[in-house]
C-alpha cells in the first residue's frame, strides 16, 4: 500500500494534533474530543487508526500534578 507524500503528512499532522489535544486535556478523551469538535467516538476512531492509547497522557497528567 503506497502512500503519496501529502498523504503521509496529513498522517503525521492528524497524530500530532490528537496527541496535542490528548496532552492538554490530561488524557480525558471526551475532554479532548470536544475541544477538537469531534464525537468521542469519532475521535476514538482517529486515536485506533494512529495507534494512539490515553494512558500515557493521563500518567504524564498525574505526573505533572504530583510534582506541582
Do not use: T
Amino acid at each position: 500500500h503506497v502512500r503519496s507524500r501529502r498523504q503521509r503528512q496529513m498522517c503525521i499532522r492528524d497524530r500530532d494534533y490528537i496527541r496535542h489535544a490528548l496532552s492538554r486535556h490530561g488524557g480525558n478523551v471526551a475532554q479532548a474530543a470536544r475541544a477538537c469538535d469531534k464525537h468521542r467516538r469519532a475521535f476514538w476512531a482517529l486515536m485506533r487508526k494512529h495507534g494512539i492509547e490515553a494512558a500515557p497522557f493521563r500518567q504524564a497528567a498525574l505526573a505533572r500534578r504530583a510534582g506541582d
